[in-house]
């Protein structure tokens, strides 16, 4: 098999047309034709056999429909239509409050969670602090001891257990993660987490219903590193 195409046989074999060669991936019947091989190493079109290859092709059409295009990358501050949890494992645990929601703010500390998620801990600008609930007291960085708003980027794909975490499920291309220091514009549904777990990871603190955007639909980097801490 070649990569990314189809197959080429030897002496009058049947060679499919793949990317390499002007042929679409996806979406669209890739041209077929028989073809043998000359003395001199010259490829030639056998007219003859056009006709059994063309209706092979055509017998390709049903399983071609059924091809995925490449989900959209949503903008800084455009909403995902449809369902704003979608894409996102147990969708319960987390109360919609707000649908849509842009924030900015200083990225702390960024680390990968086991469910395949990006847990980013932001420090948000004075304006959008009001978001903040009681419970996101708990989340903090080590070298910054303020609450922080979470921001949860989901994987592109979900694997194993989370397989429901995906955002190819959800509709959209999931944002690449900032690094810690980054000043960034950040987009999607505002939630509270009501998870029954965090009570084991924080024990005999107050963490229901800390604030999250989740999942965030852009993550956009203003600034390389973020204003200092006041």
């Known amino acids: 098999?070649?990569?990314?195409?189809?197959?080429?046989?030897?002496?009058?074999?049947?060679?499919?047309?793949?990317?390499?060669?002007?042929?679409?991936?996806?979406?669209?019947?890739?041209?077929?034709?028989?073809?043998?091989?000359?003395?001199?190493?010259?490829?030639?079109?056998?007219?003859?056999?056009?006709?059994?290859?063309?209706?092979?092709?055509?017998?390709?059409?049903?399983?071609?429909?059924?091809?995925?295009?490449?989900?959209?990358?949503?903008?800084?501050?455009?909403?995902?239509?449809?369902?704003?949890?979608?894409?996102?494992?147990?969708?319960?645990?987390?109360?919609?409050?707000?649908?849509?929601?842009?924030?900015?703010?200083?990225?702390?500390?960024?680390?990968?969670?086991?469910?395949?998620?990006?847990?980013?801990?932001?420090?948000?600008?004075?304006?959008?602090?009001?978001?903040?609930?009681?419970a996101n007291a708990v989340q903090q960085c080590p070298n910054q001891k303020d609450p922080h708003l979470v921001v949860e980027i989901i994987p592109q794909n979900g694997q194993g257990l989370f397989e429901d975490n995906s955002a190819s499920e959800g509709g959209f291309l999931t944002p690449v993660a900032p690094a810690a220091g980054a000043h960034v514009t950040v987009t999607g549904p505002y939630v509270w987490d009501s998870n029954l777990l965090h009570d084991l990871e924080y024990p005999g603190k107050s963490v229901k219903d800390w604030a999250e955007i989740h999942p965030a639909w852009n993550v956009t980097v203003d600034h390389p590193t973020g204003p200092a801490i006041p």
């Open 1 to 134: 098999m070649r990569p990314g195409g189809g197959r080429r046989t030897g002496r009058r074999g049947v060679a499919w047309l793949g990317p390499e060669d002007g042929g679409k991936a996806c979406g669209t019947v890739p041209l077929a034709y028989a073809q043998g091989m000359a003395g001199d190493g010259t490829r030639h079109v056998f007219p003859h056999t056009a006709v059994a290859v063309t209706m092979t092709a055509l017998l390709l059409v049903p399983a071609l429909s059924g091809c995925r295009q490449a989900p959209p990358q949503l903008r800084s501050g455009e909403c995902k239509p449809g369902d704003p949890l979608a894409g996102v494992y147990i969708p319960s645990r987390l109360a919609v409050k707000n649908a849509c929601t842009t924030v900015t703010g200083t990225v702390d500390c960024v680390q990968q969670e086991p469910d395949g998620d990006i847990h980013i801990r932001l420090r948000l600008d004075p304006p959008y602090r009001k978001l903040l609930t009681a």
